[in-house]
């Protein structure tokens, strides 16, 4: 089956400057890789994605809160915290990252392309209701979850995060929703302070999995299978979504974590197997972290190979 791979130009207008760690070569690293690569280029379908419109940024986000992120960004833009860099470019950015994952979505359940990877900044997994958060304006998986149960019907839908850092974002913007389930598998302690154990969300819908720095990498794979296997005992996903941050690799300067390119490879792989298991194949999978931007090329290249591509 062949996967998709969805951006847009739009994603680099997102001026956060290049002493920034969330920065538009990180994108460049990946479509870098791509060409270089002819033969696995023309293995993959390349799609632009769309812009996310206003109501479907409030699928998951407080009005007020996106009405006064424009008006800094239409001012010129600014920090809207202490981490958290906007441009002119930001809200074209922003929502195309949005837009790019529901096309995905749409993607997906139409059978048109069932897996897909999308390549888009800012990440989302920060961001809350009302308020950004460690270079997330938009909660992008957490949006593409809703729109999925509101444009498509669906019910059960597993959210997967392996970015170094807590979902904290996706967490608090999806726990309402019992037939959303979130597993996250994250440094700890680290950044944000948030994701222990024992948080389990107002309905138990939510399987946090806080580990320590430096561990041989084979320790964090089989925590996150673990996971899953429990967030799915009883539970039948109709989508997989997967906030796909790779500052969990080795060496990323934002994290502690020891996986290697070929990990993710593996984690993709069993995941899909799930997906063709329980929902048609159907896996959606955005961007989130990571920091080194030839180990995240390496990285996304690995993880879309085994998407099917």
């Known amino acids: 089956m062949r996967a998709a791979f969805i951006s847009h130009s739009d994603c680099g207008a997102h001026d956060t400057g290049w002493g920034h760690p969330e920065h538009v070569g990180r994108l460049r690293a990946i479509t870098r890789a791509l060409r270089q690569d002819p033969e696995f280029f023309h293995k993959i379908e390349h799609l632009e994605g769309r812009h996310a419109s206003v109501e479907e940024l409030e699928l998951a986000h407080d009005p007020d809160y996106i009405r006064a992120v424009r008006h800094v960004i239409e001012q010129g833009g600014g920090r809207l915290d202490a981490d958290t860099v906007t441009s002119r470019g930001s809200w074209d950015a922003a929502t195309a990252g949005a837009g790019c994952v529901l096309s995905a979505v749409d993607l997906s359940v139409s059978g048109v392309h069932p897996r897909s990877f999308s390549a888009v900044r800012p990440p989302g997994h920060h961001a809350v209701y009302d ?179």
Not at 255 to 280: I, K, M, N, P, Y
Not at 288 to 308: F, K, T
């Open 131 to 309: 308020r950004a958060m460690g270079f997330c304006l938009f909660g992008n998986v957490a949006i593409a979850a809703h729109y999925a149960r509101q444009k498509h019907g669906l019910q059960r839908i597993l959210i997967v995060d392996w970015d170094v850092h807590h979902g904290n974002g996706t967490q608090a913007l999806v726990q309402s929703e019992p037939e959303i389930h979130f597993v996250s598998m994250h440094q700890w302690p680290w950044y944000p302070g948030t994701g222990a154990a024992d948080d389990r969300g107002p309905h138990g819908s939510v399987w946090n999995i806080p580990m320590p720095a430096g561990l041989p990498r084979d320790k964090y794979v089989a925590a996150l299978e673990r996971g899953i296997d429990a967030a799915t005992n009883g539970f039948v996903p109709e989508l997989i979504l997967v906030s796909a941050g790779f500052d969990s690799l080795a060496g990323d300067p934002l994290g502690g974590f020891t996986l290697e390119t070929e990990d993710f490879e593996s984690l993709t792989r069993s995941l899909v197997a799930r997906a063709e298991s329980w929902c048609g194949g159907r896996l959606v999978s955005a961007l989130e972290g990571g920091y080194a931007p030839d180990r995240l090329a390496e990285a996304s290249l690995r993880h879309l190979a085994a998407l099917g591509a």
